[in-house]
């Protein structure tokens, strides 16, 4: 309601203005009837719940709640930082946790903060596709796995990465790798330490996760190129966060911020240094013995093989992808554990007994290390990574969620945060409780996208393919948290 509040303000501030001040009222003797007679048809278009975008479609589904928002702009203006923690109160107050409405531009889009609506979207086929920015586009994402539209070539993609890249194998025999970047990362945080008095772990963090990320993807010895890729992934972070006009409304032929400039120079760089990788590592010829991801690519069958220009596209999306959630995920188990000094004693009591302290924390201790599993959980709760599921579904059909029918071409997101912290779900949920999955009723939970009530990963034929990695890589805490971390963070 608020901006028609506001035209009808305005408006009576105006009559009292012209009367009062005895300004000549003749251009409000034009003005008034014109804007009376549009207003019905202004009206029209914005307020419907949903606003906007919604304007041919709400009489499919007239019960669908949500905010009108602003005209033309929608909820747009509340898209900015913590958009989770608004789009969680707006549909609170709408009373609509299972599904709300709410336009972006000229985008209709659906939210659901419940894990019943949540799982229709995410599981079901009706919402397989992805929408595409156009910076993400330009990006060369749309030939990777994460906005490959959901055909054959997708399809074909994540057989790929089901079968040979995140196999319980292939991600097994990179422990060693991560031992090592846990080491170094170790190291750094020591050197910071001593020579500072402090320590400023997230660059720590960006720098591990990155290097454990490329030489997963192109094996030992990436040195120069590293940083240069470590530099194309932020850039390519900032084009992708960058508001971008085109991707509410039809205006591609403008580049209102020098958005798609940037992006086409990017990828003439990040094909620049993929490619060359990948035709030097033709040329010699060795790929058969090699764990990382483009040796595993280079030697598939024949007829498995993708292009030179699509192996870029999936390789430059593992790193992208691969180094941030890594990154947010384990700033906040190390933040935590600081917080909660009491949360990590019980952490080094659970190593030292089932470890002890001559030797590392290795991959096959995990299972039973139950306390520091449940820390990660707690985590993840508290701190979902992607707290929107960042990755957004599209409806590729006309289908029901709930009761309510969604229009074919309707963004679907899922408010994984505001699922977390519902009281109806979670007891006590503002907590920060490891405990919790210690307890019978929650030991088994899940986090890989079977129990929509912590579904980190996403869930369904679209669910994260990297997300045993990702787990893989954050038991890196479990080495954080002994001595030498608790001794620099104390
Ligand atoms: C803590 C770590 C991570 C978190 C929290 C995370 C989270 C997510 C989420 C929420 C999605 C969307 C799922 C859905 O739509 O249902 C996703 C998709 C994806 N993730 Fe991850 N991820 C992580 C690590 C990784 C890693 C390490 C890689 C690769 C190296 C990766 C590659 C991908 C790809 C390629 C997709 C797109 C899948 C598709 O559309 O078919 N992720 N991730």
């Not at 949903?50 to 509340?78: C, D, E, R, V």
């Not at 992805?130 to 910076?135: A, D, G, L």
């Not at 749309?142 to 079968?163: M, V």
Request: some cysteine; aromatic content about 10%; overall charge positive.
């Amino acid at each position: 309601m608020k901006p028609f509040i506001l035209a009808n303000l305005s408006l009576l501030v105006l009559c009292f203005l012209a009367t009062y001040l005895q300004i000549t009222p003749w251009p409000l003797t034009l003005l008034l009837p014109s804007f009376f007679s549009l207003l019905p048809f202004f009206l029209n278009l914005w307020l419907i719940p949903g606003g906007f975008a919604w304007k041919n479609h709400h009489y499919n589904s007239p019960n669908l709640p949500g905010p009108m928002g602003w005209p033309l702009l929608g909820t747009l203006p509340q898209m900015g930082s913590l958009a989770h923690r608004k789009l969680a109160a707006m549909a609170a107050s709408f009373g609509a946790t299972r599904l709300m409405a709410f336009s972006l531009g000229a985008t209709r889009v659906i939210i659901s903060s419940h894990p019943d609506t949540a799982k229709e979207i995410l599981s079901g086929p009706s919402f397989s596709d992805r929408p595409i920015k156009e910076s993400a586009r330009l990006l060369m994402f749309e030939r990777a796995i994460g906005f490959a539209p959901s055909g054959n070539y997708w399809r074909h993609l994540r057989k790929l990465a089901a079968n040979y890249m995140f196999s319980p194998r292939r991600i097994s025999s990179l422990e060693g790798l991560r031992q090592r970047v846990t080491d170094e990362m170790v190291a750094g945080v020591l050197k910071e330490m001593k020579e500072t008095g402090a320590v400023e772990v997230r660059g720590i963090l960006q720098k591990g996760s990155l290097s454990n990320i490329i030489e997963s993807v192109f094996g030992t010895g990436s040195g120069l190129e590293g940083e240069e890729l470590g530099l194309m992934v932020k850039e390519g972070y900032e084009l992708i966060a960058k508001f971008n006009w085109a991707d509410y409304f039809p205006l591609g032929f403008l580049d209102f911020y020098g958005v798609k400039r940037r992006c086409h120079k990017l990828a003439v760089k990040v094909n620049g240094l993929v490619g060359q990788i990948i035709k030097e590592r033709k040329k010699d010829g060795e790929f058969s013995g090699s764990d990382d991801f483009l040796s595993v690519l280079l030697s598939l069958p024949k007829e498995d093989q993708l292009s030179d220009t699509d192996m870029v596209a999936v390789l430059w999306e593992m790193i992208f992808r691969g180094t941030d959630t890594v990154a947010i995920l384990l700033e906040w188990i190390l933040a935590r554990v600081v917080l909660h000094q009491d949360i990590q004693a019980k952490a080094q009591q659970e190593i030292d007994t089932c470890v002890g302290r001559n030797r590392h924390v290795q991959d096959s201790d995990i299972p039973n290390l139950p306390y520091l599993q449940a820390i990660v959980k707690e985590v993840l709760r508290m701190h979902p990574p992607g707290p929107l599921l960042s990755w957004a579904r599209l409806a590729i059909h006309d289908v029901h969620v709930g009761k309510f029918l969604i229009p074919a071409g309707t963004t679907a997101m899922v408010n994984m945060w505001a699922i977390t912290h519902d009281p109806s779900i979670w007891k006590d949920p503002w907590a920060f409780k490891p405990e919790r999955f210690i307890e019978e009723e929650l030991s088994h939970l899940s986090v890989m996208g079977s129990d929509l009530r912590l579904a980190p990963f996403g869930s369904g034929r679209r669910v994260c393919p990297g997300k045993a990695l990702g787990l893989a890589t954050s038991s890196l805490v479990a080495r954080s948290a002994s001595p030498p971390v608790q001794m620099a963070s104390s």
